[in-house]
C-alpha cells in the first residue's frame, strides 16, 4: 500500500528538549512538506522540499530544522527555540511542479509542557 | 497576501440532504484549489482537485465547482450520510515560485442519522 507514515502518533516532551518527527513516504513523490495545524486556524507551511538534499522554508519556520537526506524521508526537528510547540503536525508528498495535489499523513500530535 | 475563507464555520443537517459548503479566496492568481475531509484527530484525506483552467470535478456524490475570477468554490454533498460528519477543508495553491496551499479553517459538518 503506497503512503505517507508518521510516527509518533502522540509524542510528550518537556520545555527546553529537541524532538524529531519522522515522515516517511513510498509514493515516489519528490516533494515533501511539513504543516502545523493550531485549533480554529488553517493549516501553516513550516518546511517544504521539492528535491533530496534541498529545502526551503514556509511561513512559520523559526523553531524548526529539516533535512532531506533520502526521497523517502523528512524528518522534521521541533527545537527548544520554538515558543509554543503544542500542536499537530503534519506531513504531506506530492509530485513535483504546481499541478499536483499533495498528499497527507495520519499526523503527530505533540505536547510539549 | 492570499486569504481564505470558508463559511459557515460548522453545518448540522439530517441525514439525506443536498448541501453545498463555500470557500472563497481573495486573489485568483491560482493553479488549482484542493478540497480535503479530515476526521477528528486524523489527517487530510485528498477529495478533489480542480485546476485553475476547470470550472468543476466530480468524484462519486461529491462535486466541486470553481469561478476563479470571483474568488469562490463550493462543494456540494448530495445525499447526505452519517459517515459524511468531519471537518472540510479547501487550500489554494497560489501562483509564482512558492510551493505551498493555503487553507481556509474548514466547515464542520454532522449528519444526523
Known amino acids: 500500500d503506497g503512503g505517507i507514515t508518521q510516527s509518533p502518533k502522540y509524542l510528550f516532551r518537556k520545555e527546553g528538549q529537541n524532538v524529531t518527527l519522522s515522515c516517511e513516504q513510498n509514493?515516489?513523490?519528490?516533494?515533501m512538506y511539513w504543516y502545523r495545524q493550531d485549533p480554529g486556524q488553517g493549516l501553516r507551511l513550516i518546511y517544504y522540499?521539492?528535491?533530496?538534499?534541498?529545502?526551503q522554508k514556509g511561513d512559520i519556520a523559526e523553531g524548526y530544522s529539516v533535512s532531506r537526506e533520502k526521497k523517502e524521508s523528512f524528518p522534521l526537528t521541533v527545537t527548544s527555540a520554538q515558543k509554543n510547540p503544542t500542536a499537530f503536525y503534519l506531513c504531506?508528498?506530492?509530485?513535483?511542479?504546481?499541478?499536483?495535489?499533495?498528499?497527507f499523513g495520519p499526523g503527530t500530535r505533540l505536547t510539549v509542557t | 497576501k492570499q486569504e481564505v475563507t470558508q463559511i459557515p464555520a460548522a453545518l448540522s443537517v439530517p441525514e439525506g440532504e443536498n448541501l453545498v459548503l463555500n470557500c472563497s479566496f481573495t486573489?485568483?492568481?491560482?493553479?488549482?484549489l484542493q478540497w480535503f475531509r479530515q476526521d477528528p484527530g486524523k489527517g487530510l484525506t485528498s477529495l478533489l482537485l480542480?485546476?485553475?483552467?476547470?470550472r468543476e470535478q466530480t468524484s462519486g456524490r461529491l462535486n466541486a465547482s470553481l469561478d476563479k475570477s470571483s474568488g469562490r468554490s463550493t462543494l456540494y454533498i448530495a445525499a447526505s450520510q452519517p459517515g459524511d460528519s468531519a471537518t472540510y477543508l479547501c487550500?489554494?495553491?497560489?501562483?509564482?515560485?512558492?510551493?505551498?496551499?493555503?487553507f481556509g479553517t474548514g466547515t464542520r459538518l454532522l449528519v444526523s442519522p
Open positions: 504531506a508528498s506530492s509530485m513535483s511542479g504546481q499541478s499536483y495535489e499533495q498528499y
Open positions: 509514493l515516489n513523490h519528490d516533494a
Open positions: 522540499s521539492q528535491i533530496v538534499n534541498d529545502f
Open positions: 486573489d485568483s492568481a491560482i493553479y488549482n
Open positions: 480542480i485546476q485553475s483552467s476547470q
Open positions: 487550500a489554494v495553491r497560489p501562483l509564482g515560485g512558492f510551493q505551498k496551499l493555503v
